[in-house]
């Protein structure tokens, strides 16, 4: 069964960090191309960052990029989202999936909230 669990998400003032962890099992985790989606109320989900499978290309979308960092460690099925300065627009739903992403791999997500 595979699952993919975020972790991370919190209520924090504009300018603060978070940084947050999805957990994967049930699939070759080093094998695959992952990435951090989001998605705002009334918006659709965005792509936010995209990491390869070897962890050495990452890709941003403008709006967070210079301030928004993803990795992974293939040793322990996990992904990372280090986010930093972060905005009232930031507020969603983040969540973790392949890329592209697999309809039956989306989980839970996790709440960030961005307000002073």
């Known amino acids: 069964q595979v699952q993919l669990v975020e972790s991370g998400g919190g209520l924090v003032q504009p300018g603060e960090s978070l940084r947050l962890s999805c957990t994967v099992s049930?699939?070759?985790?080093?094998?695959?191309?992952m990435a951090w989606y989001r998605q705002a109320p009334g918006k659709q989900r965005e792509l936010v960052a995209h990491?390869?499978?070897?962890?050495?290309?990452?890709t941003y979308a403008d709006s967070v990029k210079g301030r928004f960092t993803i990795s992974r460690d293939n040793t322990k099925n996990t992904m990372y989202l280090q986010m930093n300065s972060l905005k009232p627009e930031d507020t969603a739903v983040y969540y973790c999936?392949?890329?592209?992403?697999?309809?039956?791999?989306w989980g839970q997500g996790t709440q960030v909230t961005v307000s002073s």
């Open positions: 999936n392949g890329n592209p992403p697999r309809s039956e791999y």
């Open positions: 049930g699939i070759p985790f080093r094998l695959y191309g």
């Open positions: 990491i390869r499978s070897g962890g050495g290309t990452t």
